[in-house]
Each structure stands twice: as structure tokens, then as C-alpha cells.
């Protein structure tokens, strides 16, 4: 028998010979926590496009979908869960569904408020120019939102990496296994990698978007962009 | 079909409203513990927050303390808090969830308090008012409506969460949902999801309700622009009305 | 101002979203119900065997033993852990989603018996092994399920309290507990309040009505760690525990035998079922003891082992592997 080891049998908060022991283990979640993640966004982003230009032409609409996404956004994630359960059981579309359903109120909300934000002289300088509704926006107005939604596609995207760890309740979980192993076993280091880990997520995640976003959008550079 | 007769059964079911296990009592547990941690957390940042944002100073702080805030799990930060104490229930549940609750309030306090136009508070000055009166009569009110989608912000996140403390042996309508799921109960898991559904829709929507209240105007912007928040960036220019700050992170 | 933004930025992310649509529907693997319910009688050694184990220790070394004999023996298997309970894996068990769990005798019996005969049932399982398996088997083949042969290692629920609350309220054997539960409060996991074998039982058999029940976990260390802090007063606990004496627990004697002979049983779907799968099964259950099982249970729940690498040792050391 091996020797025990001695860190994981004390209260210590990170034991480093575990976490090389485990790194297969840590490396399945963070890609499970990825996959979880960017199919929500993505989808979310999909769903959210259209609705979006249905709430940015009918305002009676929109105010309509604003309210259903809102009161999705509201219902707690767990609470979700076990709504949608009964329907679709303990699978990786009914985690997908209550995920996407948490990025659209942000998503769409700041597909409204980018399009409100460009200035109306621009507008009507298009207008002006002889284009169409549909190219005005598709070549001015989404362009000058890009800022506006993307800070919309970041707040979404760092929010569901938390969600994400709550799956782990419906046996998917991501980084959330760790976190809830700790619990389990009364162990803190997999609570602490599993929380830092998605803490880092996070930010990488949000600064690749940034990336993204400054990729897109060269002429917003000079100002004052985040 | 048979599902939602069951479902309807468990709602009907005079013993699932009685004692230790029934939805009044578990409803009580849940309204307490966030209620509570709700305004320790509104009694630990409103104060400092005020100041902050009347000084000018720590903004740095202030407004990251969300981005960074809103980038750690939530169940994250319940486990943490059960580890630190080494107890279970109420106690690390109520460190975890003031904990939650603290980064919107102080935020959006301190960003409220900033977006004060400047000319009101030299104005005020003038008119010989002590630091302390254009705190109190004149920043304060303008913000009221950002502090109020704070303190809003954070008590749904605050309910949403305390659904998780029925991991750590704590009450509430967590309790129906976590035994459902354990006890392969669909029927209490529904009953339970439906009933914590409920109270976050009603508490944000009873929260909305005041916010408007102090709204000069009385009206909250429909389509407010969202300050632009990251972990990787901080906010972005202020526009120098209202802003409804960082929407509430999902827990 | 560049014209072509908006649409390029949308093709972007269209082929993003086939992409990833398409990896995400085939990571629902474990949870695949078609994959897994092909009922062919031949080649029984191509269709991969989940083995599913409850969300405590014991059993998920109990689950990697019986995946790494199988796949000693030339069977496909895969292990399926998470925060799962006797009737989440029955349900898993019903409908194809795992084929193989190892389970307690007893337990199991009235179990199915409950979920079969009805609530009211009269019990079937006792103290005696060969009975009670027996009994078993007659159940499971109404859900197309059947068990092998039991273990002599065995595992039943036992309360357990602190020596400061024995000493306290004279508690030597679960009788004592009748006169004084309605002070005392009760830890187990959150299936306690609907298992015949814990809360009911309790009551039902020694008159124990408890004054709150705090759902922790099974058997594990948010119980141990509650009882020995004071937070509960009684504690669901495993016999086959080794950590219980080391923390200063007395474990109550169960003078009126609540609980039955739980020795340690696969139970699997008939589909799988073939000799090789059984003699496999069988010399390893054979080869188990209580005391065995408690050191293993140490290793994981104390010194933080995983259950893998603990069941891997202990069957290269008995000559299994």
C-alpha cells in the first residue's frame, strides 16, 4: 500500500502532490466546463440575433420578450434545473436549455440599448445615402453596437461559466465536480482548484473577448473602450 | 398527464403544509435567510459606498469588486464558506450570501453616487451645504434609483443562492429541490422549483416596484446603457445620468 | 466604416454554432439511452458495461472493482460516478443507462419490494443472507434485473453518537434512543426520511421520533464532521466505516435488528448477463470482507485516495487483477 498522503489528510487548503496526481481529472472538467459554456453562448447568441431585430422594429414586441427573458433570467438556475427535468431528464439539453435561456435577457438587452446608442446624425447620414433599413443596420447600426453587445456577450459568457458549476447537481458539472467533491469528501483542494480554475476562466474568457471585440471594431480603439 | 395531477396532489396535500418539511415553513426559512443576509450586507456597504462615491475615492476597488465578484461561482463561495467555518446551515450559508450581496450594493452605490452631476454638487456646495448635506440631501436621492437596482441585483442573487444552502443541511425552498433530486422525487423537485421561481420573480418585481418609487420622474429607464464590466475590464465611460449598473450574477 | 462587419461577424459565428452543436450532442454519451440498450445475446463481450456507483465511498470502490474484474475478464466498461442515490440508479438501472451496481442485500430488498408490492408491504428481507438474496431475486426479475451471488462483506446502516451524548443520555443500544430522540436531532442523507431502514424505521421499530433531521450526506464527512462538532446529535454512519472509532463515535447496537443482513450484492441487468460476467463477479465478491472494506473506505474518505487507485491495489493484492 502506498504511503498516505500526507497533505490530503490535513486541512490544508491546496495540496499541490494532488493536483499533479489528478491533472487528467482537472483537464476533463475544464474542457467539460468549456464545451457547457461556449454551446450556451453560442446558441444564446443565435436565438438572441433575431429576437433581437424582432424587439428593435416592434417595440410592443420586444417589450414582450424582454419580460419572458427577464423573468427566465430570474428564476434561480437550480430551480430551472428541476423544472425542466420531468421533460427532459438528466441530460446535457436540459442543462443547454436553462443555460441558454440565461444569456438572452443580457444578450438581447444589449443589442437594444448598442442600437439606441448610435447617434442619430449617423442615422440619418445613412438614410441619407440612399441605403435600406436592412443595410443601415447590418453596416452602420450593428457595427456602431459592436462596443454595446459585446459587453452584453462578455457579462453572458462570465455568467454562465458560474452556472455552469451548478450542472454538476445533474451530473455534468464541469469545474463544478471539484467543487462539489470538496464538499463530499470535506476536501479543500479540489474546492480550491475547481474555484480558481473557474475564476480563471472567467477572465481569460472575458479578455479573449476583448480581444475579439478590439479585432472587430478598429475604429474604436482610440477611445476609451474597457 | 399523470405528472402534473401529481404535481397538482403535492401543492394540495394538507401535510406538505404542515411541520418542520411544509412549504410555509421552508418558505419562512428561505424570506429570513435572505432577508437577513440582504441587510447585513446593505448595513456592511451602503455606508462606505456612500462615502466612497461622495469622496470620489477607491473607485477602482469599488467597481471591480463586482467584475471579480460576479467571475467566482456562487456555489463556489457557499462551499468556501462551509469549509472555513467547518459548520453547517444558516451560519455558513449567511457568510456565503452576504458575501454575494455586498459587490452589487457597493458598486452601484458608488457609481450612483459618482454619476451626480458635478454642477449639482458645486451648486450645493455653495449654497453652504456641509459635505454631509450634499451626501445626505443631494447625492443621495439623485442615486437612489442606482442603489435601489443594487440592493435589487443582490437580493435576487441572494435568494437564488440560499436555493443551494440546502446542501450544506440548510433550509428553505432549496430543501423540496435538492431531496427531490435525491430522492428521485420529481414531483417535490417541480413543486420546490416552482415555488423558488415564484419568490425570485416576486421579489425583483416587489424590489422594481420601490426602485420606481424613488425614481425622480418615477419612471426606471426602459433601455438604460449597461455599462460596459468584464474581470478583464473595468467600466467603461460613465454616461452621466442614471445608469442601471451590472445585472445580477446568476447563481 | 467598414461595410461587411456585421455579416461577416454572423457567418463567424453560424459556423461556430454547427460545430460546437454538434460536439455537445455527443458528449450526453454516458446518458445515450440508444447506445446502450442493444439486447443481443452474442457477443456479449462487445457492448461496453456502465457500472454505476451511489455518491459514497464504498461503493464507488466497490463499482471500480467490479468495472476492473470485468475488464480483466474481456468486457468493455465504464464507470459512472456523481452525486447519485440507490433510486436515482434504479431509475438509471430500469432504463439501460447503467447495466451493473453494486448493492446491499437488505436494503435492496425492501427497496424493490416498496417500489413493487407498494408501500405498505410486508417486509421481505431479515437477517438471514440466502433468504432475503432469495427473496431479492424474485423481485428483481419482475424488472428484468437479476443478483448474484452475495458477499460474506457487509454493510448496514448504523447510528452512531458521541461518547459525550452516550454517557449524556445513557445510550448504549438503539432502544435507549425511544424515551429520549424528541431532544435529539437525527443526520443522515437526504433519502433518510423515506428509507424503511433509517428515519421510518427508527420509528416504526425503537419509537425514535427525532426532533429535526438534518440532510447531510451518506455516511460521509459533513455526518461525521456534524456529529463529532455537535451540530447532530445521531448520526447515520456505515458499519463498514473505519474512520467511526478513530473519531471517538460509539455506534449503537441494534438490539431489534432494524437493519438486515446487508451484505454486499451486484445487481445487473439481465441483457448483460452471461457466465464469464458472473464468474467474474462472484470470485471477487467471495474474496471481500468487512474488514477489507473498512481499511479501503479509510484510504478514500480519511487519507483522500480515490477510490480508483485503492480498488486497483487491493485486487492486484488478493490476485484479481
Known sequence: MQEALPCAATDAWLCLDWVGDHTDEIGAALRQHVELTVVAVVIGMLISAPLSLVAWRHKRAGAAILSVTGILYTIPSIALFGLLIPFSGLTFQTAEIALVGYTLLVIIRNVLAGLEGVPDDVRESARGMGLTPTQQLLRVEIPLALPTIFAGIRSATVTTIGLVTITSLITLGGLGNLILDGLRRDFRTPLVVGSVLSLALAVVADLLLVGLQRLLTPWARGAAAG | ???????????????????????????????????????????????????????????????????????????????????ITRDIGTKPAMIALVALAIPPILTNTYVGMRAVDEELRESARGMGMTGRQVLTQVEAPLAAPVIMAGIRTAAVQVVATATLAALIAGGGLGRFIIDGFAQQDNVKAFGGAVLVALLAVVTELTLGFVQRRVTPGGRVEERPVVAEVGPAGGVAALPARAVQAVLPARP | MSRNHGTKLAALLAALAVVLTACGGDSGDAKDKTSTKSASAGNAKDKKIVVGAANFAENQILAHMYAKVLTKAGFKTKVQTGDLTRETLSTALQAGDIHLTPEYVGTDTEYWNKEINGAKAKALASSDVKKSAAALRKL??????????????????????????????????????????????????????????CQPGLQKTYGAKFKEFKALDAGGPLTINALTAGKIDVGLVFSSDGSVAAKGLVVLADDKKLQTADNIIPVLRKDVDSAELKAALNALSAKLTTKALQSLNKAVTVDKKDPDEVAEAWLKKNGLL
Open chain 2, 1 to 83: 398527464m399523470t405528472f402534473w395531477r401529481d404535481v397538482f396532489a403535492w401543492f394540495t396535500t394538507s401535510a406538505n403544509w404542515q411541520g418542520v418539511d411544509g412549504i410555509p415553513r421552508r418558505l419562512w426559512e428561505h424570506v429570513a435567510l435572505s432577508g437577513s443576509a440582504v441587510l447585513i450586507a446593505v448595513v456592511l456597504a451602503l455606508p462606505l459606498a456612500l462615502v466612497l462615491g461622495h469622496l470620489g475615492r477607491g473607485g477602482f476597488l469599488a467597481v471591480n469588486v463586482t467584475n471579480v465578484g460576479r467571475a467566482v461561482p456562487s456555489f463556489a463561495i457557499l462551499v468556501i464558506a462551509q469549509q
Open chain 3, 140 to 197: 428483481l426479475a419482475a424488472k428484468g434485473l437479476v443478483a448474484y451471488e452475495p458477499s460474506p462483506a457487509a454493510d448496514q446502516n448504523a447510528f452512531a453518537v458521541t461518547k459525550k451524548t452516550a454517557a449524556k443520555h445513557k445510550l448504549a443500544k438503539m432502544s435507549d434512543l425511544g424515551k429520549v430522540a424528541s431532544q435529539l436531532t437525527l443526520g443522515g442523507p437526504a433519502e433518510c426520511p423515506k428509507r424503511p431502514f
